[in-house]
């Protein structure tokens, strides 16, 4: 059998939601014959405490510009974050493919986020990771 190819994946959250963001991540890393690394922002990560939106987005293009797909938990707190916000300019800046995944309990999707992703899934591990196959980036870039 060959080998399976290895996924970067950034997971766009707010840490208010950071169940849903550990969910996901658990639900990633059971999902059968899939591999993936990620780019992630951790919780510990100093990058939480910085101010100057120059240093953040600096930041963020350091852990989104090596992934294959970057994933918007879209719950309606997207809509009013700078944070996320800024994580889609980046992931724009570099042409990474955006998918918005509707948050367990099925909250409405933000219009920011229907407008940037290639597709809206729902919290179901085998629509997230059959999306994720067929919307990420054909290899990896590092530029």
């Known amino acids: 059998m060959p080998a399976l190819r290895n996924y970067g994946v950034y997971i766009s959250h707010g840490w ?3 169940e849903e963001y550990y969910r996901l991540v658990e639900l990633l890393n059971k999902a059968p014959l899939f591999n993936w690394t990620n780019y992630s922002i951790p919780e510990y990560d100093p990058i939480r405490t910085m ?4 240093e953040v987005e600096r930041e963020l293009d350091r852990h989104i510009r090596p992934v294959d797909i970057v994933i918007v938990l879209s719950g309606m707190y997207a809509d009013h974050s700078d944070w996320m916000q ?5 992931a724009n800046k570099h042409d990474k493919p955006i998918v918005g995944v509707v948050p367990l309990g099925g909250h409405r999707v933000p219009p920011a986020i229907e407008e940037v992703a ?4 729902d919290w179901n591990v085998k629509q997230i990771v059959d999306t994720i196959r ?4 054909p290899y990896r870039t590092t530029g």
């Open 16 to 18: 208010d939601w950071k």
């Open 134 to 137: 067929k919307k990420a980036l």
């Open 86 to 90: 800024g994580e889609i300019r980046v």
């Open 51 to 54: 101010v100057k939106k120059e």
């Open 118 to 121: 290639l597709e809206i899934v």
